[in-house]
């Protein structure tokens, strides 16, 4: 069975901090896709990465970056100089196959002016 | 180019009726999820459909249950419904290819149900 932990309940950082999301998964596949999604008070959730299983390198997007390292089983985000902005509830997700996708429980993360 | 839609957007019911709620996805994508989300179960997967088959199935009672249109339009369906049926339904649309490559989903903001 697949399974997402997302162990950090609620993180609630100053403006301009940098924070890290963790996330860990199980699977036994062999090829599988890991996701973020971020969800605003108003409720749709947006999607940020898809990363595939045989790409281990990680990826910035301006202040977002991503560490996937298949020896821990962990896909961890990190926001550089977080803004107010980015205050909203984190979902790491996989998925393989057609499967559908399996959700974290979510870090609701609370920047503050 | 246009994102998921879903109507309504907040539905008050009384325990024992039925609701309908709607998600058309983005053009061109096939395939449709449903999930809904409550504080202290999060995320739990309902169903999907491809090309108007059921593809998915997560594990909730038969009182749920759903359908797809040759247009890709989705509804999904609640009977009986109970207090513990209030959540956030969310649909989230993806090319769904159906080769094994599992895309990107897109959601739409969410139905939120009240069941008094």
């Known amino acids: 069975a697949q399974k997402v932990t997302q162990a950090q309940t609620e993180i609630s950082v100053v403006e301009k901090e940098d924070v890290t999301l963790d996330c860990v998964y199980e699977t036994r596949d062999t090829t599988y896709y890991l996701f973020w999604y971020k969800q605003p008070p108003s409720g749709e959730l947006v999607f940020l990465i898809r990363r595939n299983s045989f790409d281990e390198q990680n990826e910035i997007s301006g202040r977002y970056s991503w560490n996937f390292q298949k020896s821990t089983s962990s896909f961890n985000f990190t926001i550089t100089a977080s803004q107010v902005v980015d205050s909203a509830v984190y979902f790491c997700a996989l998925g393989s196959g057609n499967t559908p996708l399996v959700f974290g429980k979510g870090t609701r993360l609370s920047v503050i002016a | 180019k246009a994102g998921v839609t879903q109507t309504p957007r907040y539905l008050i019911k009384t325990r024992g009726q039925q609701v309908t709620l709607s998600c058309s996805p983005i053009s061109g994508h096939r395939s449709v999820s449903w999930y809904q989300q409550t504080p202290g179960q999060g995320l739990q997967f309902l169903f999907e459909?491809?090309?108007?088959?059921?593809?998915n199935k997560g594990n909730f009672p038969g009182r749920f249950s759903g359908r797809q249109f040759s247009n890709s339009r989705s509804e999904m369906n609640v009977s009986t419904l109970e207090l513990g049926d209030s959540a956030l339904y969310l649909c989230?649309?993806?090319?769904?290819?159906?080769?094994?490559?599992?895309?990107?989903?897109?959601f739409g903001q969410g139905t939120r149900l009240t069941v008094v």
């Open positions: 459909y491809f090309s108007e088959t059921q593809r």
């Open positions: 989230a649309s993806s090319l769904g290819t159906g080769d094994g490559v599992n895309t990107e989903a897109f």
